[in-house]
């Protein structure tokens, strides 16, 4: 130990490693000794609340949260060794692998009970759930549509399918029974050519393959937001129900939103996303349309425009009959007290800056197209009608089918593909 020219004491490096073996050890049970130095050394949790408590100043503290945390985990891994963690890292990774295996084979087994589980994942077979022979919700088969009545092929997605509802509350019945009260001289039938998650593309498809046994006079594509999202997913050609049990699990815990914002965050995904033959990669939100300007999504809108006019192509060459497109809209597009408990709430803006873009996409659309087009996101704004979904799930109640039903009916009338009637009873006010 040595003085310094003022009278203190200095501390060599073996001194000061003897003092804090001491206070570490409290040798002989006292303690450190009197008037040494105390250094308070950070805990790692101390760290971690300032961590977590910086991250949350962000609007999306996830991001930060994660980088953070696989930061530790590398550090622990490359620079200090840490085998315990490694074997944690390991360990949560084959359990997650494991996880995602067994709950894939799941889910495509119980899908597989009712839907085929390629990517069109169309509906089996099932009379006693109301399915005919084509996969087509109906209770009559192909057979029964004859010349002697016009007929609509009503394609769609889930909205137009029914979801939750009974065959006679569903958009086609109560269309065809809005039709049968016009014009009760005229024999008007509406086919249901739709089911759950479907999209131009899947029902173009299906269109090709039974449309005509069905003698229709009209084919009308009920165009839903996340339909753009869907058209990009059937390109990768991977069956609709090989889905992700994590991701589910998660979503249905209400982090759909966080789990998003960390796709859209990951670089790699621009590498996993080539199979959907975009330059870049596709949004994750399914109704990216509504949550960012129109000029943003234009590039992954192309596809579904493709499949309109093949659609349309098919039913001028093939069919030799008219086809139009009705846009849907989503309850938070048009009011912010429909569907209060949506477990989805997160990944969209209600009545957010960007609910009218895809009204833009479709007045862009018009002039390129030799189809009418018609959104009606203005007729469920003046329709009084409430609610028109259910509370925790964005489908349309059967009021809400009948607010969309009479929105087409006027729709096809105005563009004149409906047949004219001797004498038609006026439509209900």
Not at 22 to 35: I, L, S
Not at 333 to 358: F, W
Request: glycine share 6%; charged share 20%.
């Amino acid at each position: 130990m040595q003085k310094c020219e003022h009278g203190g004491t200095l501390f060599n490096a073996a001194t000061a490693a003897n003092a804090a073996n001491q206070f570490d050890t409290g040798a002989a049970g006292t303690g450190p000794c009197p008037g040494s130095v105390i250094v308070n050394r950070p805990k790692p949790w101390q760290f971690g609340i300032c961590f977590v408590a910086c991250a949350l100043l962000f609007e999306h503290p996830i991001i930060p949260l994660v980088v953070g945390l696989a930061a530790c985990l590398l550090f622990q891994v490359i620079f200090k060794r840490n085998r315990k963690v490694l074997v944690l890292i390991v360990s949560t990774a084959l359990s997650i692998a494991c996880f995602e295996w067994m709950g894939r084979l799941i889910i495509k087994h119980n899908a597989s009970r009712f839907y085929n589980t390629d990517v069109d994942h169309r509906f089996k077979p099932d009379a006693a759930r109301g399915i005919n022979k084509d996969g087509i919700r109906s209770p009559v088969e192909a057979d029964d549509y004859t010349d002697h009545t016009f007929n609509i092929l009503l394609l769609g997605d889930s909205f137009v399918y029914g979801v939750h509802l009974d065959h006679a509350d569903t958009i086609p019945v109560q269309l065809e029974k809005h039709f049968a009260g016009r014009y009760p001289d005229k024999k008007i039938r509406v086919v249901n050519f739709a089911w759950p998650s479907s999209s131009p593309g899947p029902c173009y498809r299906l269109l090709k393959n039974v449309g005509a046994k069905y003698k229709p006079d009209l084919v009308v594509e009920c165009l839903d937001v996340t339909d753009f999202r869907d058209d990009l997913r059937a390109l990768s050609d991977v069956g609709y129900w090989d889905y992700s049990p994590t991701v589910y699990l998660l979503r249905r815990l209400g982090f759909g939103g966080e789990l998003i914002q960390l796709h859209d965050a990951w670089r790699p995904r621009i590498w996993f996303r080539r199979s959907e033959r975009l330059s870049q990669p596709a949004p994750a939100y399914w109704q990216f349309v509504v949550c960012q300007p129109f000029a943003a999504s234009l590039t992954f809108m192309k596809e579904t425009e493709r499949n309109l006019n093949r659609i349309n192509d098919y039913c001028r060459d093939v069919l030799q009959v008219p086809f139009a497109v009705v846009l849907f809209p989503r309850n938070f597009q048009y009011s912010d007290k429909e569907c209060p408990y949506d477990p989805a709430r997160d990944t969209y803006d209600v009545l957010g800056p960007y609910v009218r873009e895809p009204e833009r996409w479709l007045e862009s659309l018009k002039p390129r197209v030799d189809f009418p087009c018609e959104s009606l996101l203005s007729w469920f704004e003046a329709s009084p009608i409430f609610p028109k979904c259910f509370d925790d799930d964005p489908h349309w109640t059967a009021a809400g089918c009948g607010v969309a039903a009479e929105g087409i009916a006027r729709f096809l009338e105005a563009k004149n593909l409906i047949p004219p009637a001797s004498a038609p009873n006026p439509p209900p006010n």
